[in-house]
């Protein structure tokens, strides 16, 4: 069952522990631990598989590593070439420096310097780095391009046998790791590449363990995948999640995701980021966005989870501190703290000084205010952004606003207009 193609290939447990062997000296065997705060908040056991302390602070070494390292003498010398939005560069990268194998590595334009920055670092005089196009499936066709025209080997992030037989071996040391049967499985998916070798472990070896994907709202391939059977294009995706936005899921990836899989799980960004910054002043984690989703997907388990065993993946730690900001935005206005509003003033002096003080509660604070007055109106707009202490103060904070004729729009609920103003 070796071949590529979508209908036949999946992966045996022969080629995962050859890989596993493969990788023993390379990839570090990151912990699989217990999270005592998460258990006690869902009220289940929640164990945590850290592939952000990988030594690249992602689990892409593993298949980048597995792949490389099988190649023919002739394509080594070569050389290879990747495109990825980061952690698969990363591991190409690393993977080079120690086969001592040159790379020309695509990436989007939109990268977060933080990761373009490792990848130089991680390869060093083996790497090249283009930036090309603004996602990930932009520079995976300026990617193939180039192998097509200069016959150079193609290091795919996820949609390739080796890949993911290298992404499997994760799952070896979970089973090895954990005491206890797992009841449920939470997998982030973006290309499939993990969600596919790992969830097929389990289904060899732990078939009543019960395996959920989840991946990003705003890029959800998988989910697209499981509703036509096979994989699908989406017309436009969130670019946030950088480490799981693609817009097609693999052909081979789901070939295997759609055997095991029994649920896919969307989560929305705000609620990604929300958990993102509680890892991070709870846990002391600092994971990138793909690296929360499978943790952020408990609070959508709810009761199902109920003194159950749940195993985690925290796939990458590669956040750029740049993004604090947004990520912060983003979580505010999923927990609806944060909202935008036009607001008309009436032109005269003390209306700005009538609004704070008769129209704002004890608890909300402006956060955001852009005014120009305009001579000869009665009223003149502003835009106001204001942060809730409560989500339940929300309601008595329109009501005042529409008893003094103030409020001309809330934008949080028109995302064309608020997606362009702010």
């Not at 993911?164 to 206890?180: K, P, V």
Request: charged share 20%; proline share 4%.
């Amino acid at each position: 069952m070796q071949s590529t193609k979508t209908q036949t290939y999946y992966p045996s447990l022969e080629v995962i522990r050859a890989a596993r062997k493969r990788l023993a000296s390379i990839a570090f065997r990151t912990p699989t631990t217990i999270n005592h705060n998460l258990s006690q908040k869902f009220g289940a056991t929640i164990w945590l598989k850290r592939e952000d302390l990988q030594v690249v602070r992602s689990y892409k070494l593993r298949g980048a590593y597995n792949k490389i390292s099988g190649l023919s003498d002739q394509d080594l010398k070569n050389g290879v070439v990747c495109a990825s939005a980061g952690n698969h560069a990363q591991g190409v990268a690393y993977a080079c420096q120690k086969l001592q194998v040159h790379a020309r590595i695509f990436m989007p334009e939109t990268t977060p310097k933080q990761k373009v920055a490792q990848v130089k670092m991680f390869g060093g005089s083996f790497v090249e780095v283009h930036l090309s196009g603004d996602t990930f499936d932009d520079s995976l066709l300026v990617a193939k391009s180039y192998c097509q025209k200069y016959q150079v080997a193609f290091i795919h992030p996820f949609d390739d046998p080796q890949i993911i037989e290298g992404q499997a071996t994760i799952a070896c040391e979970i089973l090895d790791d954990c005491s206890d049967a797992i009841d449920y499985l939470l997998l982030p998916a973006g290309g499939g590449g993990l969600a596919a070798g790992v969830s097929a472990v389990f289904k060899y070896l732990s078939p009543a363990t019960k395996i959920i994907a989840v991946e990003p709202e705003g890029a959800a391939s998988l989910t697209a995948a499981f509703a036509q059977q096979k994989a699908v294009a989406l017309d436009k995706i969130d670019k946030f999640v950088d480490g799981a936005a693609v817009k097609k899921v693999g052909d081979v990836t789901f070939g295997v995701c759609k055997e095991n899989i029994a649920q896919v799980l969307k989560v929305p960004e705000g609620l990604i980021c929300r958990t993102m910054l509680q890892l991070y002043n709870e846990e002391a984690m600092v994971v990138e966005p793909a690296g929360a989703l499978s943790i952020a997907a408990l609070h959508l388990l709810g009761d199902l989870i109920q003194n159950k065993k749940v195993l985690c993946i925290v796939s990458g730690g590669n956040n750029d501190i740049s993004r604090t900001e947004e990520i912060r935005e983003r979580a505010l206005l999923h927990e609806q703290l944060k909202h935008y509003f036009i607001i008309n003033f009436p032109q005269r002096a003390g209306a700005l000084k009538e609004f704070v003080a008769d129209i704002l509660g004890d608890n909300d604070d402006i956060v955001y205010f852009q005014y120009i007055k305009k001579n000869n109106r009665e009223k003149g707009p502003a835009m106001v952004g204001i942060e809730l202490v409560n989500a339940a103060d929300l309601a008595p904070l329109l009501e005042r606003m529409e008893q003094r004729n103030f409020l001309e729009k809330h934008l949080n609920h028109h995302p064309g207009l608020f997606n362009f103003l702010v």
